[in-house]
């Protein structure tokens, strides 16, 4: 199975800053790699599909980069709703695996 | 708009079986797309449990493959899932999704609630 490993697995940030979430996996996936948001007892939502390909309805300042085994997540200006956790997932070979998750919480 | 809800117990016996069923709406399973269930345990992160093409092709993580079974109910617009043996281990928050297909590979568009399965005596 592939691995994915996904830093920091939680920090904190200020309404405004810029912040970015790293994705490795353990061998290469092109980019068959998709990135969720979760907020607290609600389901996991689609930000971002093909590494870089924003999910319909989802806000600009949410941005994805990379390809093969490096992948970042970019939210460009902090806004108080998007202070949850995300987590990355690949879907280039089967079992699908999730990354463990990165938790962003308000300083 | 397409949603998903799931039903089924919310507490199963150790070594029973669990089952599950998600009902679509707003999107015919017929129609196409991959259909998945993923599950959370309380506090950790997401595990893909598996997926079955409208056709009744199915896929299974391989960790689950010997207790699962994922069937599609297109006449009911609805498909489920059976976790058979299960433990402690196996309580979890469990979600449907639907999944979206780039060239045969998938990734998850719509999610359900989730609902809450405790394994407990």
Same mark, same amino acid.
């Given at each position: ?107 | ?28 399973? $017929? =129609? ?12 950790? @992160?997401?595990?893909?449990? !598996?997926? /079955? +093409? ?29 976790? $058979? =043996? ?12 639907? @999944?979206?297909?780039?060239? !045969?590979? /998938? +990734? ?14």
């Amino acid at each position: 199975a592939i691995r994915m490993t996904q830093s920091p697995s939680s920090f904190s940030a200020s309404t405004g800053d810029r912040v970015t979430i790293t994705c490795r996996a353990s061998q290469g996936i092109s980019s068959y790699l998709a990135w969720y948001q979760q907020k607290p007892g609600k389901a996991p939502k689609l930000l971002i599909y093909a590494a870089s390909t924003l999910q319909s309805g989802v806000p600009s300042r949410f941005s994805g980069s990379g390809s093969g085994t490096d992948f970042t997540l970019t939210i460009s200006c902090l806004q108080s709703e998007d202070f949850a956790t995300y987590y990355c997932q690949q879907y280039y070979s089967y079992p699908l695996t999730f990354g463990q998750g990165t938790k962003l919480e308000i300083k | 708009q397409v949603q998903l809800q799931e039903s089924g117990p919310g507490l199963v016996k150790p070594s029973e079986t669990l089952s599950l069923t998600c009902a679509v709406s707003g999107y015919s399973i $017929s =129609s196409g797309y991959y259909w998945g269930w993923i599950r959370q345990p309380p506090g950790k @992160g997401l595990e893909w449990i !598996g997926s /079955i +093409y409208h056709s009744g092709s199915t896929y299974y993580n391989p960790s689950l493959k010997s207790r699962v079974t994922i069937s599609v109910d297109t006449s009911k617009n609805q498909f489920s899932l059976k976790l $058979s =043996s299960v433990t402690a281990a196996d309580t979890a928050v469990y979600y449907c999704a639907r @999944g979206f297909a780039a060239a !045969g590979r /998938i +990734y998850f568009d719509y999610w359900g609630q989730g609902t809450l399965v405790t394994v407990s005596s």
